[in-house]
């Protein structure tokens, strides 16, 4: 369904493919819209898409992904195909990202910053919500250089 959603919002899309390129539009993405930069750590994209119209965006990678955010020690699953429609602050109708819960991935259907921008807020479909600080989802001033220096 998520394929179908892409195809959708495809038209008039600013579409982009090729690893490092998707890694740099991702991050600016989220930058642009007030989200941490590093919210979407898929290193191996190979197509990132937004819709600015419909505020529709779409990642692609090749196969899903599970990241552990070590400052506060949780698991996020990524999927092969993550898609959102997102505004400023705020991504939602998310779909392809979990959360590991004790033992139970939870699915992950809003991300919110707070209006303070020091709080991010993750919500699941039922509305339950998860409050963590924006740092914890910020690239390092060293990964970030490392990142340039590859490039």
Known sequence: MASQAVEDHRSGAEVHTGQELCAAKSR???AELGLPDGLLPLPSLQEVGYNRATGFVWLRQAAGLTHTFDTIGKQVWYDKEVTAFVEPGR????????????????TISEIVVSPSGTKIVF???AGLGRAFP?????LKKEEEAAAAAAN
């Open 28 to 30: 600016e993405f989220l």
């Open 91 to 106: 991504m939602h109708s998310l779909a392809g990202v979990k959360s590991k819960e004790l033992l139970i991935w939870v």
């Open 123 to 125: 919500r699941t479909p």
């Open 134 to 138: 924006v740092s914890a989802f910020q």
